[in-house]
């Protein structure tokens, strides 16, 4: 069942030449309030600069909730800031006021402040991103950002067998979140420089005897489909639904689309910007079609319809955006972070992980 009562950071973020973060995530929640009635939303942050987007006027079934303390989004923080907006959504969220919350700000902060609902029994927390392949289905690394490949093992095949273990983890919160999107068999694939059986890191070839022990054990092959290991143009072209990948390499992956997806439209513009009027001339007669083609494109690879990476291993959604995102991007967040069902989060995600952990040697 998907959500009925929302939490939203209106004060953490990026400023960017789009406006203020107050600005931006106002304007998506009146476009979401509108398409969205049924769902209750609680706006975080400063009362007299939200009234002020809203022309003094709240939308239906929003209300806001003033905080009390206020940090930017370069400052650092080392504890939990009571009465800041995203500690008070955690707290919402322990509370039962809400069922889970989105934000913009700062990662780092997100995870703090949550840090008082974190379910443990889950493992480590992930951060799971969603890109979409070329035909315009969603796919999910299991980790873009929350595990690093930092160490306090002394026994280095033991530091291995940690990072693949959580990894493992990872993957299977990724897998009950990919099912409640309606993929019955998930695919799973490890990231890996190449498919031959002497490619991959010593985490990549753990992974594979801890799958393979999963599906021997646990009858991991019930819940997913396991393909192997698999290269990025893999995952592009269709063949997974669920990446297993460390955080480290995870958030790589994740810049590198971003960076390569911004530099390609940069390209472009800056290709036509040098055209000839002749040359513009009959590019503008043809621009029916280049928009259509334009359209199809990013009906399929739209980064911002994508927006909006989920943080499992906490008792409750949370759903986590760009720091720059734009009013649309944080529009499609905030429908992401609604269209989840609290009962894959929480105690009940943690026994269900419970069921496919195989033994240890």
């Known amino acids: 069942m998907a ?98 919350f989105f934000s913009i700000g700062d990662t780092s902060k997100v995870a703090l402040e949550a840090s008082k609902i974190r379910n443990k029994s889950c493992g480590a927390p992930a951060l799971v991103a969603i890109f979409p392949n070329v035909f315009g289905e969603e796919y999910v690394c299991s980790d873009v ?88 143009g893999d995952c592009l072209d269709g063949k997974v639904d669920v990446v297993l990948v460390d955080g480290y390499e995870g958030n790589l992956y994740l810049k590198t689309a971003e960076a390569c997806f911004s530099r390609l439209i940069g390209l472009t513009k800056d290709e036509i910007s040098k055209l000839n009027f002749y040359d513009k001339t009959k590019l503008f007669l043809a621009s029916g079609p280049l928009t259509k083609i334009k359209n199809n494109l990013l009906a399929k690879v739209d980064p911002d319809k994508h927006s909006g990476a989920v943080i499992l291993g906490y ?27 609290s009962k894959d989060f929480g105690n009940s995600l943690a026994e269900e992980i419970k069921k496919y952990i195989p033994s240890s040697d």
Request: with cysteine; charged share 30%.
């Open 3 to 100: 959500l009925s009562k929302i939490g939203i950071d209106v004060e953490n973020g990026d400023y960017t030449p789009n406006g203020s973060v107050t600005k931006r995530v106002t304007s998506a929640v009146q476009r979401f309030s509108r398409k969205r009635p049924d769902v209750k939303i609680y706006l975080h942050g400063d009362e007299e600069k939200i009234l002020d987007c809203f022309r003094n006027t709240l939308p239906k079934g929003v209300k806001i909730v003033q905080a009390s303390q206020f940090y930017s989004q370069v400052e650092k923080i080392d504890r939990r800031v009571k009465g800041s907006v995203l500690n008070n959504l955690a707290e919402s969220i322990r509370s039962g006021n809400i069922e889970g």
């Open 145 to 232: 950002g929350f595990t690093t490949q930092h160490s306090d093992k002394e026994n280095y095949l033991e530091a291995v067998r940690g990072f693949a273990n959580g990894i493992y983890k990872q993957a299977l919160m990724s897998t009950f979140y990919m099912k409640s999107r309606g993929i019955e068999r998930p695919r799973w694939g490890i990231l890996s420089n190449g498919v031959e059986e002497h490619k991959g890191s010593d985490i990549d070839k753990a992974l594979e005897v801890l799958v393979a022990k999963g599906i021997r054990e646990r009858s991991l092959g019930n819940l997913i489909d396991y393909r192997g290991k698999v290269e990025p």
């Open 315 to 341: 008792d409750g959604v949370i759903v986590k955006g760009h720091g720059a995102s734009n009013s649309k991007a944080i529009y499609y967040g905030i429908c992401r972070l609604a269209d989840c069902d």
